[in-house]
C-alpha cells in the first residue's frame, strides 16, 4: 500500500500511459502513488458542462471547452486565440500547427480522443534503412507486436477480422472485439476512394461494438467522442482510475509536479509537488515514471536541472525536448452535390491507410487520409444562423449543410528533427514555473508531399465523390499526437531513453508514452503510447522484483 | 464478491476424499437420459450457484455474500476427489430431495430442496446420470467455507424439516390439463420459481396464501407474479409470459436484469416452446393476491417527459463535480444518451423506456436501485443487453456515491414512473450491500445462551434467504 509521500512506484501523470503502468504494477505486488496535476471530475459532470455551453464551443474543435483547466495546471484552452496562445508559447513557420490540445484532469487527453488505434507498420519503424531519412528505431515491429495486441486487450480495440482489412495484418491475436459498421459517408468515401484505387478501410478503435467491455457498455452512436464519451463506451483513462483506486494505488489530483530529484550514481531519489495552496512536498519511491505526453515531459525534465545534470535530468544528450513531431495537418472541407450523411458512429471509423507507405518516402512524407464522421448539424446550425434565415429556409439549410458538406483530412508523417524543439520560455506560468516554448516547422519533406501527392490525391478523390466547391487549407494544423521529446535509441548520445523507455541517464526513471517514440507514422499515436508502457512496466516490474 | 442465488448450498456437497470408484463409468450411461439430465439440469438453473463467472462448468466456488459471512458454492463435477463422483443415485437423491449430503449432514435449503423435492423418480435418475457421465469432472476442490458459530450446526435444521419439509413428490391435479400439469411441475420443481417470488414467515417458511405475491431477494426484488390483473402479471396473456421467458423482455412493460436476469441467461432461454408454453399456462392460474395499496397495474404508469428546461444556462462549466446535483442533472448526464430526453427509450427497443416499466412503478425501490448500482448484464440468442453499474462495484468506471444514487431514483419515480416512491440514502446503502441486513450472528450467540432454538432456526433461514446480484 502505498502512503501519501511514497510507493515502490510514483507514476507522474494519470492518462492512458500513466494507468496503464500503474495497474501493471499494481497487477504485479508493487504499491503505486498517482500524481495528478489537474482535478478529478466525474463524467458525469463533463457530459454537463459539454451540454451547457453556448452553440459555438460546441463544434469548431473546442474539444477542451468542457474542461476548465486550474489555475494551477494550464492546459490549451481554445476559446480565443489570445488564450489559447496563453500557455504554450510557439515560434517557427509552422507555430499554429503545434498549437496542441491535451486535458490535465485526471484521465488525461483520452477524455476527448477520438479512440483511433492504429499500429506502426515495419516499415514505419525503419525510416532510416528503407527510405534514408529520420531514424531507424531501437527494435522491430515483432519485437514490439506483443505490446501492441496487449495494449489493444487492456483497453479494449474493436477492429476487422479480414486481413486484408487490419493494419498491418501481421498480429499475435484477432481484435478483442469485431469491427463497428460505417455510416453512410464513410461507405461512400469507401465506394468513390476504390474507383481510384484507394482502400478506404475501418478503423481499429478502442470502443465497444455491440458488446461489454471492462464493465463498459456498448457504443450507441452517441457520435460525441470528442469532447466527451458520455457513456463510456470508448475507452478513457478515466474509466480505469476506480480499477486502480479497487487495485491499492493511491491517486493524488491537483499535485503539481515541479521537480525531479537526482542523488548519488544519478538515481532518482523522489519527485517534489505543489498542491494548489503552492505548499511543496517532498514525494519518495523506487521507481519513477513521467507519464505527462510529450509536452509536459520534457518540461519537467528541463526544468529539474541540477548540479549532476545541469541540461536538465535525463537530457545528458542533449536530445530532450528536441525531435518535436506530429502529423502536419491539412483540413479540406467540402460541398458535395448529393447527401453524404456523416455522423453516423463515432466521430472517425475508417482512413486510407495505403497512402502512408511507399517508396516514395525516400523524398516525401506519407499521408494518412481520412473523412471525419462528426455530425455536421452544429457546423452547420451556426453557419446557418449567420445567414440570417429563419423558419423553413433555416431547417433546410441546416438540414442541406449537415448533409451535403464534409470534412476530409490529410494527416502528414513528420520527421524527427532536433530543430523542432522545446525549451523552457521566460513567462511562468500561476505557480511560477517556466511555461513551454516550441519552435516548429514541419519539414520540406511534408511540404513535399503536399505539393507533389497528398493534395493531389485528395483532390481527385474528392472529384470523384462528386464535391462541388471544396476548400483546402493551405496552413497546417495539429492533430494532437505529441510525440518525439523524449526520443528513444540505443546511443545514449544520440537518445533519451532506451529501448524499455529507461532514461540512460537514470536507472529507476522511465519515460513512456509519446516522446520516447523515434518516429510517428501516419497513424495516430495512442496504441503506441500504451504499448510502450507496457513494455516499460515489464521492465520496471522485472527490475524492482530483482531488488 | 459474487453472491448468488440460493444463498447457501455452500460447503455442503463437500466430498470425502475417500470416495468408492465407480465400478464402470460407462455401463450406466445412456445418452438419452444423460440429455434429458442435461435439459433438466438447465431448467433447475444448476449452473447459477455451482459455475463460477469465467470458472468451469459445475465446478463451484462461486462467492456468495451473506449477511453471516462469505460462502462459496461447491463442485458438482463427477470428480471423486473434488465433486460428487463418489455419489450413488441413491446418495445423490437424497441430496436432490431430502437436502442431505453424503455423510449424513443436513444442506441448507439455499440448496433449494424443497422445490426438487417434487421431482420425480425418473428426472433423479437422468440428472444423476447427467452429472455423473456428462459433465467433465474438475478435479480442483472449491475455496472451503468457513461460517462463524453457531452457522455451522447443520443439526438444527432437522427440527425446520419436521415443521416444513413435506417430503411429498408432484401429485398431478386430474381436473387441469396434461399442459398444466406439466407448468406445475416445472414451476414448482426443477424451476424452484417459489424460492424467491414466494414472502417467507418468522421461520422463513414460504407463506401459504402468499404464493408468488413478492419477495426481497438480497438486492433486488421479485415481484408479484400472481394472476393478479393490478398486483400481478394477470393483465399479460400466456404468450406474453412464454415470450417473457424466454427474451427476457417484454417490450412496455418488463425487463428481466438481477436474478431473473440470470434465469433467462441461463435456464428459461433453453426451455422448449412446449414447456415454456406449459409454465405460462400454469403461472396464468396462481391464484391472484391483491395488493390492497396498489390501484394501477405496474406496468402501466408514467409518460414521457423532459426537465432540460430547468437546467440549461443554470449552471456554470466546472473544473470540480458539482456537489449537490439534482435529480435532472444526473438523469441528462448519466442516463439520457441510451434512455433518451424523454426517457422513451430507442426505438429498436434495446435500451427501454423508463415510463411503462415495471422496475419504476414497483413499490418496492429496490429494483430500480439496484439497477443503477448494478446495471445489466443478460444474454440471450438475441445477444447481449447491457447497463453499466454506477458504483455497485469498486471498478465500475463511474461511480456514483448513495446521495446521488437516492437523488437520481427518486426524480426517475417521479418523472417517469410511480410518483410518492420516496428512495432514501440508507435504501442505497440496504441494496449495496447486498439486501437486508441484520445482527443475527450476535444474536445468535445470545440466543445460544438461553437455549433459544427457534432463534438459531430463524437466523439460519434468515441469513441464507436466496440472495444474487447481478454477475460480475
Known amino acids: 500500500m502505498a502512503s501519501s509521500y511514497s510507493a515502490d512506484v510514483v507514476i507522474v501523470g494519470t492518462g492512458a500511459v500513466g494507468c496503464t503502468v500503474a495497474e501493471q504494477a499494481l497487477d504485479a505486488g508493487l504499491s503505486v502513488l498517482m500524481l495528478e496535476a489537474g482535478p478529478w471530475v466525474e463524467r458525469w459532470q463533463i457530459v454537463e458542462n459539454f451540454r451547457n455551453l453556448p452553440p459555438a464551443l460546441k463544434g469548431g474543435g473546442h474539444f477542451d471547452a468542457p474542461y476548465p483547466p486550474k489555475p494551477w495546471a494550464p492546459h490549451l484552452e481554445t476559446y480565443t486565440e489570445a488564450v489559447a496562445a496563453e500557455y504554450l508559447q510557439l515560434e517557427g513557420p509552422d507555430a499554429l500547427a503545434y498549437r496542441q490540445g491535451y486535458v490535465r484532469y485526471a484521465g488525461g487527453a483520452t477524455w476527448h480522443w477520438a479512440g483511433i488505434c492504429w499500429r506502426l507498420t515495419p516499415d514505419d519503424m525503419r525510416l532510416k534503412s528503407l527510405y534514408g531519412v529520420g531514424r531507424d528505431w531501437a527494435f522491430d515491429y515483432h519485437t514490439l507486436e506483443p505490446f501492441y495486441t496487449r495494449a489493444e486487450y487492456s483497453m479494449g480495440v474493436c477492429g476487422p477480422s479480414d486481413p486484408a482489412l487490419q493494419w498491418p495484418p501481421i498480429r499475435s491475436k484477432p481484435y478483442p472485439m469485431g469491427r463497428l459498421p460505417l455510416g453512410p459517408g464513410e461507405q461512400r468515401l469507401t465506394d468513390a476512394a476504390a474507383k481510384i484505387g484507394l482502400l478506404n478501410i475501418p478503423t481499429a478503435q478502442a470502443r465497444n461494438s455491440g458488446v461489454s467491455y471492462h464493465d463498459r457498455p456498448p457504443c450507441c452512436g452517441n457520435n460525441n467522442c470528442f469532447p466527451v464519451c458520455p457513456i463510456g463506451a470508448k475507452y478513457d483513462a478515466a474509466t480505469v482510475l476506480p480499477r486502480i483506486v479497487a487495485k491499492g494505488g493511491v491517486i493524488l489530483p491537483n499535485a503539481v509536479v515541479y521537480r525531479v530529484e537526482t542523488g548519488e550514481k544519478n538515481i532518482v531519489q523522489a519527485v517534489h509537488f505543489f498542491d494548489p495552496e503552492k505548499t511543496s512536498h517532498r514525494v519518495t519511491g523506487r521507481a519513477f515514471v513521467i507519464a505527462c505526453n510529450g509536452i509536459e515531459t520534457p518540461k519537467l525534465l528541463l526544468l529539474s536541472r541540477d548540479d549532476r545534470n545541469k541540461n536538465g535530468v535525463a537530457n545528458s544528450s542533449d536530445q530532450v525536448g528536441r525531435n518535436m513531431m506530429d502529423q502536419a495537418k491539412i483540413v479540406t472541407i467540402s460541398t458535395f452535390a448529393e447527401p453524404l450523411w456523416t455522423g453516423v458512429g463515432p466521430v472517425q471509423g475508417s482512413s486510407i491507410m495505403q497512402t502512408s507507405q511507399g517508396k516514395f518516402r525516400s523524398e516525401y512524407a506519407g499521408v494518412q487520409i481520412r473523412m471525419e464522421n462528426a455530425a455536421r448539424s452544429g457546423i452547420g446550425g451556426m453557419a446557418a444562423l449567420q445567414k440570417g434565415l429563419v423558419g423553413k429556409a433555416l431547417d433546410a439549410e441546416i438540414r442541406r449543410l449537415s448533409a451535403c458538406t464534409g470534412q476530409i483530412t490529410l494527416e502528414h508523417e513528420t520527421l524527427p528533427s532536433p530543430i523542432n524543439r522545446l525549451t523552457l520560455s521566460d513567462k511562468k506560468d500561476w505557480l511560477g514555473l517556466n511555461k513551454p516554448n516550441i519552435y516548429y516547422d514541419v519539414g520540406d519533406y511534408v511540404r513535399r508531399s503536399v505539393q507533389k501527392f497528398s493534395v493531389p490525391t485528395v483532390k481527385r478523390l474528392l472529384s470523384e465523390l462528386g464535391a462541388t466547391d471544396s476548400q483546402i487549407a493551405t496552413q497546417f494544423t495539429h492533430s494532437d499526437h505529441i510525440m518525439g521529446g523524449c526520443i528513444m535509441g540505443a546511443d545514449p548520445s544520440n537518445s533519451v531513453v532506451d529501448p524499455d523507455c529507461r532514461a540512460h541517464d537514470h536507472e529507476n526513471l522511465f519515460l513512456p508514452g509519446g516522446g520516447a517514440m523515434t518516429t510517428g507514422g501516419s497513424g495516430n499515436s495512442t496504441l503506441t503510447m500504451v504499448a510502450l508502457a507496457m513494455k516499460a512496466s515489464d521492465a520496471l516490474v522485472a527490475q524492482l522484483k530483482a531488488g | ?472
Open chain 2, 1 to 472: 464478491m459474487v453472491p448468488i442465488l440460493h444463498g447457501l448450498a455452500a460447503g455442503v456437497l463437500f466430498i470425502a476424499s475417500s470416495a468408492v470408484c465407480l465400478a464402470d463409468t460407462t455401463s450406466h450411461s445412456d445418452a438419452a437420459s444423460i440429455q434429458r439430465g442435461a435439459y433438466l439440469a438447465k431448467a433447475a438453473d444448476c449452473t447459477a450457484c455451482h459455475t463460477a463467472p469465467g470458472g468451469l462448468p459445475f465446478a463451484g466456488g462461486l462467492p456468495i455474500k451473506s449477511p453471516v459471512g462469505t460462502i462459496y458454492s461447491t463442485n458438482i463435477t463427477p470428480s471423486l476427489s473434488a465433486g460428487i463422483g463418489g455419489y450413488s443415485e441413491a446418495e445423490f437423491d437424497r441430496a436432490i430431495r431430502q437436502g442431505i449430503r453424503r455423510d449424513g449432514a443436513n444442506l441448507y435449503p439455499a440448496m433449494p430442496y424443497t422445490s426438487y423435492q417434487l421431482l420425480s423418480d425418473a428426472d433423479v435418475h437422468d440428472l444423476y446420470n447427467y452429472f455423473h457421465y456428462g459433465v467433465a469432472p474438475v478435479n480442483v476442490a472449491s475455496h472451503p467455507t468457513s461460517l462463524p458459530f453457531p452457522m455451522n450446526i447443520r443439526m438444527s435444521m432437522k427440527v425446520w424439516n419436521l415443521l416444513f419439509f413435506s417430503g411429498h413428490r408432484f401429485t398431478p391435479d386430474p381436473h387441469q390439463s396434461a399442459e398444466w400439469n406439466r407448468g406445475a411441475y416445472l414451476v414448482n420443481g426443477a424451476a424452484h420459481c417459489d424460492t424467491c417470488h414466494t414472502p417467507r414467515g418468522f421461520l422463513m417458511q414460504e407463506l401459504s396464501g402468499q404464493t408468488m405475491a413478492g419477495s426481497q431477494v438480497g438486492s433486488w426484488y421479485a415481484p408479484n407474479v400472481t394472476s393478479d390483473p393490478v398486483s400481478g402479471i394477470g393483465s399479460w396473456s400466456q404468450q406474453d409470459i412464454a415470450h417473457y421467458l424466454k427474451t427476457g423482455i417484454l417490450l412496455g412493460n418488463a425487463r428481466a436484469a438481477g436474478n431473473m436476469g440470470e434465469a433467462v441467461e441461463h435456464s428459461f432461454q433453453y426451455l422448449t416452446q412446449a414447456d415454456l408454453e406449459a409454465i405460462a399456462t400454469y403461472v396464468h392460474t396462481i391464484p391472484a393476491v391483491h395488493d390492497p395499496a396498489a390501484t394501477q397495474s405496474r406496468f402501466s404508469y408514467g409518460a414521457p417527459s423532459i426537465e432540460l428546461a430547468t437546467l440549461r444556462g443554470e449552471n456554470p462549466i466546472r473544473s470540480f463535480t458539482g456537489p449537490s446535483p439534482t435529480g435532472a442533472e444526473l438523469f441528462s448526464a448519466n442516463c439520457a444518451s441510451c434512455h433518451e430526453a424523454f426517457g422513451q427509450g430507442s426505438k429498436d427497443g434495446y435500451y427501454p423506456s423508463l415510463f411503462h416499466n415495471s422496475v419504476t412503478a414497483e413499490a418496492n425501490p429496490s429494483n430500480l436501485i439496484a439497477t443503477i448500482l448494478f446495471g445489466v448484464n443478460r444474454t440471450t440468442a438475441a445477444g447481449q443487453a447491457y447497463m453499466p453499474g454506477f458504483g455497485g462495484k469498486a471498478t465500475d468506471p463511474n461511480q456514483l456515491d448513495n446521495h446521488e444514487i437516492a437523488s437520481l431514483a427518486n426524480y426517475v419515480f417521479a418523472q417517469y414512473g410511480r410518483a410518492g416512491i420516496v428512495v432514501s440514502e440508507d435504501d442505497v446503502v440496504m441494496v449495496r450491500q447486498g439486501g437486508p441486513s441484520s445482527p443475527l450472528v450476535l444474536l445468535a450467540r445470545i440466543g445460544m445462551g438461553v437455549g433459544a432454538v427457534v432463534v438459531i432456526l430463524l437466523i439460519l433461514f434468515f441469513s441464507f434467504r436466496p440472495v444474487r446480484r447481478s454477475q460480475a
